[in-house]
């Protein structure tokens, strides 16, 4: 195939560095975003340490990109945060945090991003969460800024229809990356998925021909309650 270029947040771990990795497998130049930087090592990889929530950075990191190339196929958009705890218990300093990560963090990312589209074949396809489709306890932080990150998602989507720019939004359930280890999230015992299921999903959009869209697609174990 003909070298493609990817964009890919969040690529220093979980679900960002398993995207990474696996488009790079597909012949893909790819552009790594994160806060920490990735211990990827490969010829096609470019690490960029950036903070989506911080406009300075993310003007600078695409004017890195653009010393390479002028033209990104597909923007893997899963950076993000994930406070869980009951509302009482949450700080607004942690409100305004996970707010300023998957919603501000989202609308940087898009609003200095159209000079790299390819009209009818870009494909921006991102992680939004369960959880802005449910009423759950301990999640208002997160549900209300992927919430947000998805009315911003589908405005730009509606902005750019004539560039023929193809969004899909990923719903996935709790998935075994460092993330969930962490959240201490109830859940059924054995009810995760793994990443080769996100990677599975991910497989599909990518692949598919350009003419194709996959809008909102919900994925989770089938022994998860939620």
Not at 20 to 35: D, K
Not at 47 to 61: A, G, K
Request: with cysteine.
């Amino acid at each position: 195939m003909d070298e493609k270029s990817a964009i890919v947040t969040g690529s220093s771990s979980g679900l960002g560095l398993e995207a990474s990795e696996y488009l790079l497998e597909l012949g893909y130049m790819v552009f790594g975003l994160s806060q920490r930087g990735s211990d990827i090592v490969h010829s096609n990889y470019f690490d960029i340490v950036c903070d989506l929530s911080n406009e300075e950075d993310v003007e600078e990191f695409y004017r890195q990109v653009s010393e390479t190339t002028n033209s990104i196929d597909v923007l893997v958009h899963c950076a993000g945060i994930g406070s869980v705890s009951p509302i009482i218990e949450t700080s607004s300093r942690e409100f305004e945090r996970n707010l300023q990560v998957n919603a501000l963090g989202t609308f940087h990312l898009l609003k200095h991003f159209s000079r790299f589209i390819i009209p009818f074949e870009t494909k921006v396809i991102s992680t939004v969460a369960f959880c802005t489709e449910q009423n759950l306890p301990l999640l208002a932080a997160i549900s209300a800024s992927k919430a947000a990150m998805k009315a911003i998602l589908d405005s730009c989507e509606v902005e750019w229809r004539e560039l023929g720019v193809n969004f899909s939004n990923l719903y996935p359930g709790p998935i075994d990356t460092p993330y969930w280890e962490k959240c201490e999230y109830p859940m059924p015992k054995g009810a995760v998925l793994s990443t080769s299921h996100f990677l599975y999903v991910l497989d599909m959009v990518v692949s598919s021909p350009a003419i194709m869209r996959f809008s909102n697609i919900q994925f989770r174990h089938r022994g998860s309650l939620v």
